[in-house]
């Protein structure tokens, strides 16, 4: 009886001390995470909203038959459509300055003001759009023709052309917690 009292010491201790398979308990399960959809942003011009050119007084004008004169102020509009969708989404939109390739104008007889960027009631769009912002928007561009009354006859029958005006929607990262 003590070599088998021994032996069950022995086996007891090589079991304990790591020689043996007495293992540390544990146990897993696995659950479903779920699915995840990112969200968007969407740019594009208003269908029927083309850009259209107006005059100081507001009118619609043609440039390739309109004539400015000195004070005059030419505006180009164009309606656009913003979509955000995203639980963080946020998101710029500008426009770029627009080009004024001069083909004769005196560079202090034309104006180009920065470009605002409104609302469809009219109100100013703020410089971070969130998804509650979604829908049309509207972009200007001004360019004054100044009333120099220094000069005479300043960029008589003079020509220029416009460039192209791009707009841009940049999504902004959500700002994270440290």
């Known amino acids: 009886m003590a070599k088998g009292a021994l032996a069950i010491g022995v086996g007891a201790a090589l079991l304990l001390g790591g020689g043996g398979t007495l293992a540390i308990w544990n146990d897993s399960e696995t659950t479903a995470a779920g699915s995840i959809t990112a969200g968007d942003l969407q740019l594009s011009p208003v269908v029927g909203g083309d850009g259209k050119w107006t005059n100081a007084v507001g009118t619609v004008v043609d440039l390739n038959t309109y004539k400015v004169v000195p004070g005059d102020v030419l505006t180009y509009t164009q ?54 912002d979604s829908g049309d928007v509207i972009a200007s561009a001004k360019f004054t023709f100044n009333d120099r009354i220094d000069q005479k006859q300043s960029s008589v029958n003079a020509a220029a052309t416009f460039g192209a005006i791009t707009f ?9 917690k440290p």
């Not at 841009?168 to 994270?176: N, S």
Request: glycine share 6%; aromatic share 4%.
């Open 168 to 176: 841009k929607l940049d999504q902004q990262a959500p700002a994270t």
């Open 79 to 132: 309606k656009l459509n913003v979509k955000l969708t995203g639980d963080l989404m946020t998101a710029k939109l500008s426009m770029t300055q627009p080009t004024f390739v001069n083909g004769g104008f005196a560079a202090a007889d034309v104006t180009v003001d920065v470009p605002t960027l409104k609302k469809a009631d009219g109100t100013v769009i703020p410089s971070v759009l969130k998804p509650a």
